[in-house]
């Protein structure tokens, strides 16, 4: 199993600001997911981070919005960049270790006005 | 590409009662398919997935490859079973996890 541990947990963001998002893993885990739930919507997957090399964004998700580091086996941080308040959401750190099941972090709640 | 469909969002029922959770998926090959679950106020976890064909809390699900559908099924609902229950599908190991819209299980004392 992994235990994730995000920060911030929550905040409340002025727009056109930055909010970087920080997800630490207690084992070193090859694959790291970053999520978007938006209100009363499900998990939208906005990347997959692994270490070494650039982030895999999906369709809709762009690098320039969303950066994301991934310096080592046990971290990563993701980037909301230039918020609007259609970037309020919950964004959930997950990882995956071959075919086990995801693990998931509690969630960062971002409110932006 | 791969899709999870599951048509409820809302299902109420009452204590004691079957409940079943549809989950519909499209995918072109082999996929492995889970069930998360979320409490309130809770991290979503784990349920169960398919490869084990275990019965976690009383629930089962079986993958029926026919019908593309990976249906979660209970035969008595308790209180503690009302979460937001999500369907999910991978493409194998070391892949994404592509999550269905959910449904919310409130089960009525």
């Known amino acids: 199993s992994a235990v994730i541990s995000q920060k911030p947990s929550r905040d409340i963001c002025q727009r056109g600001t930055s909010l970087t998002i920080q997800c630490q893993v207690d084992?070193?885990?090859?694959?790291m997911f970053w999520y978007r739930q938006q209100p009363g919507q499900s998990l939208t997957l906005i990347a997959t981070a692994n270490q070494g090399s650039e982030a895999t964004y999906e369709s809709g998700f762009v690098i320039d919005k969303f950066p994301i580091s991934r310096p080592n086996l046990t971290f990563s941080t993701l980037t909301v960049s230039n918020m609007s308040p259609e970037d309020s959401s919950i964004y959930l750190c997950s990882v995956r270790q071959g075919s086990t099941e995801a693990f998931f972090g509690q969630g960062t709640r971002l409110t932006v006005v | 590409a791969q899709r999870v469909t599951q048509p409820e969002k809302l299902l109420s029922v009452f204590k004691g009662a079957p409940v079943e959770l549809k989950c519909n998926y499209s995918?072109?090959?082999?996929?492995?398919l889970f069930w998360y679950v979320q409490y309130s106020r809770q991290r979503l976890q784990l349920l169960l997935r398919h490869i084990s064909r275990e019965s976690i809390k009383g629930f089962t699900a079986d993958l029926n490859k026919g019908e593309t559908s990976f249906h979660l099924k209970k035969p008595f609902a308790q209180e503690e079973d009302s979460a937001m229950y999500y369907c999910a599908l991978s493409g194998g190991g070391y892949q994404k996890v592509t999550f269905g819209t959910g449904t919310k299980l409130q089960v009525i004392p």
């Open positions: 995918y072109s090959g082999s996929p492995e």
């Open positions: 084992s070193q885990v090859t694959m």
